[in-house]
């Protein structure tokens, strides 16, 4: 009964290679997003979706682009991964965009 | 982007009450204060969040000053599980809504 979920839950790969992380959550949540924590440990949004529709997007690089199928769905496609990439990456939902958000676990994700 | 400060670290005694506090002077009339903790190794976890009044939950309450220029999230009875780093953040409409994380107060907690 996982609230959000991600997989994987750990990624290594290669630079240069192009992976997504799937996030699903099962709250009925209308809006969604994706965080990026790096190795200082500082959490930094990068996307947020309502109701499949972009709100918003940070400063972050064309190769990530997130895709929302449906409601409950987010995932993030990364390509051409580089070294910087390597960092804990969190889905989140909440009901509204004023609403207190859920997070999943994290996807560890380490670039060689 | 909303700021916030609040102290590096913090301890406290089990079992004891917890008052973490935040200073957040810029706020504007229509930011809310949201308060998130994580645990080591695990996703940031919502605890609460408020607009003007003080408010109560199962987790904690968050005391909110007449001015709204500074919060107070308070633990009622530390546990060992409660030791994790607690954000104090502002969500600003002018920001799209979007939560801004800080770098937050690690809090250990002494058996």
């Known amino acids: 009964d996982t609230a959000v979920s991600q997989t994987p839950k750990y990624l290594v790969t290669q630079m240069g290679n192009d992976k997504s992380i799937k996030c699903e959550q099962n709250l009925g949540h209308d809006t969604m997003y994706w965080y990026k924590q790096d190795s200082k440990k500082f959490l930094k949004i990068m996307f947020s979706y309502n109701n499949k529709e972009l709100i918003i997007n940070e400063t972050v690089p064309n190769r990530f682009s997130p895709k929302s199928p449906d409601k409950a769905h987010l995932n993030l496609h990364i390509n051409s991964l580089e070294l910087g990439d390597s960092a804990v990456y969190f889905c989140?939902?909440?009901?509204?965009?004023?609403?207190?958000?859920?997070f999943g676990p994290g996807t560890r994700l380490t670039v060689l | 982007d909303a700021k916030t400060t609040q102290p590096n670290s913090m301890e406290s005694n089990e079992e004891e009450p917890v008052h973490l506090p935040c200073n957040h002077s810029t706020i504007s009339g229509t930011d809310y204060i949201h308060w998130y903790r994580q645990l080591p190794s695990q996703g940031p976890e919502y605890v609460i969040h408020g607009l003007t009044s003080n408010v109560n939950n199962r987790m904690a309450s968050l005391a909110i000053a007449e001015d709204r220029k500074s919060s107070t999230l308070i633990l009622h009875r530390a546990t060992l599980r409660d030791a994790a780093v607690y954000y104090c953040?502002?969500?600003?409409?002018?920001?799209?809504?979007?939560?801004?994380f800080g770098t937050g107060t690690r809090l250990a907690v002494r058996p």
């Open positions: 989140a939902s909440s009901p509204r965009i004023t609403g207190g958000e859920f």
């Open positions: 953040i502002l969500q600003k409409k002018s920001s799209g809504d979007k939560l801004t």
